[in-house]
Nanobody, 127 residues
Framework: QVQLVESGGGLVQPGGSLRLSCAAS????????MTWVRQAPGRGLEWVSS????????YYADSVKGRFTISRDNAKNTLYLQMNSLQSEDTAVYYC????????????????????WGQGTQVTVSS
């Protein structure tokens, strides 16, 4: 069965960095467009970043552009999110998700159009 397992979250000071990982299994990872979203306390899901199945194109929310980098290693079935210059506003649970259509190319689909999500990893930015 499809599984997505996030890791790498934790407590970091403002200005610090973290790298999140999302280990995928149960499907052909290299065929799928992947996404990171986050949910801050008391707020709804916020789209963060997405990447093509082959890694050739990436998209970012304005709030993280220039600070976060999405990437993937299809040989390792793993999605990454490198987060630099972290701010308190980045505090949230981060989830990775798979878009339902294989080989998709185009702008990021809506969050509800993704068919699988991981359990999330907590990122807390605080001094």
């Amino acid at each position: 069965q499809v599984q997505l397992v996030e890791s790498g979250g934790g407590l970091v000071q403002p200005g610090g960095s973290l790298r999140l990982s999302c280990a995928a299994s149960g499907f052909t990872f290299s065929n799928y467009f992947m996404t990171w979203v986050r949910q801050a306390p008391g707020r709804g899901l916020e789209w963060v970043s997405s990447i093509y199945s082959d890694g050739s194109n990436t998209y970012y929310a304005d709030s993280v552009k220039g600070r976060f980098t999405i990437s993937r290693d299809n040989a390792k079935n793993t999605l990454y999110l490198q987060m630099n210059s972290l701010q308190s506003e980045d505090t949230a649970v981060y989830y990775c998700g798979r878009y339902s259509d294989s080989y998709y190319v185009g702008p990021p689909p809506e969050i509800y159009q993704h068919d699988y999500w991981g359990q999330g990893t907590q990122v807390t930015v605080s001094s």
